[in-house]
């Protein structure tokens, strides 16, 4: 079936109106533009959400213009700027749909990482040529494997990729596999392969963190030279949860916040594990403190809250004492959150199964955000 996005109308300004529920809308239509996105008709769960932008918002990014970016299953890319919202599809090159990163450069230049095709780059000074600005790079550019997992850019803008096929970099040139250690985790879950990276960061002292499909989670210092490379490899057996690392975050206090596909959420903190041992794992969700074993879609806001999600079980906001848990009574329908982000302007968005919503702070409830808003 084809689902054809078409332009409705015309955006006539953007001076807001506030609806009965103190909510902001646009008072004109935004426009809705572009594409041609292929949606399969024999899939499990409903793929249409009426009002909604899409099945499943997957991850987030304002860039430098303060243009805002929107990964999605089945729908390729969103983009919202001026009251136009964009799906970038089968204009970009971009056909799968489902997108798993999106990161940007110094230089303003952002890459896109899909399940399946590849690497593209968006170089907005060219965004009116015939792709929109998109180009694509995949295992004949020497990409490991088309179907990338995972993404981080460096401090250096060196690109971190993980694939289904391991661990790469890319320096804007060249692609180099980095070698990695054999699976030895012995409680382990494989889901889909054991050479899949399943997520990455830099952290604050620029050593690369990333967990494997069912091996726990690794982390090495790129600076340090020789062969082979120096790992630091933990597991259930050093305190970790679950050996299947959904999510990670480092927060404004050098602590690593880990998601797990079994195992709920813990709180790691590399500097005391000399100290004390498994104990600088914190695991909340064994420890009984919050419910939900698959977690992730973390992010600290400007207060220094930590938010994540949990699948069936909403979201959470942790103020450095406390839990608190957002659910339906709060407006959030979704059950499976999957980016959290606040952009420059204050508005807070969670992306996820069923679209995009946005969190007043002042009333701490959850809006669904349509094709129309609200966007300002």
Known sequence: MMVTRTIICLALGSLLLLSCNGQP??????????DTVRIPTNWPLPLEHEGQLCHYVRNMHQDKSGTLWFGTNHYGLIRYANDTLEYLADSAGITTGRI?????????????ATDGEGLFKYDPSARHSARHGFSQLTT????????????SIGRDGVLWIGTINGLCTYDGHTFTTIELPATTAV????????????????????????????DGLFVFDPKESGSPRTFKH?????GLPDNSVSGMMEDSKGRLWLGSMFGGVSL??????????????????KDGVIQGVETGAFYEDRSGHIWFAAEHQGVFRYDGTSFTNYGPKDGLSS???LAIMEDREGRFWFGGFGGLYRFDRKTSQFTPVGKQGPWN
């Open 187 to 214: 409680d382990s879950l494989v889901q889909l392969s054991p050479t899949r990276i399943t997520c990455l960061m830099e952290d604050s002292q620029g050593k690369i963190w990333f967990g494997r499909d069912g």
């Open 268 to 285: 790691f903190d590399p500097s005391a594990v000399d100290e004390k041992g498994s104990k600088a794992f914190t695991n909340f969700t």
């Open 100 to 112: 798993n990163g999106i990161v940007e450069g110094a230089d303003g230049i952002l890459w896109v």
């Open 335 to 337: 059950g499976g959150i």
């Open 140 to 151: 004949k550019d020497g990409l490991p494997h088309n179907a990338i997992w995972t993404m």
């Open 234 to 238: 933990y597991t259930v057996e050093d």
């Open 25 to 34: 809308t646009s008072k004109a239509p935004v426009v809705i533009t572009n």
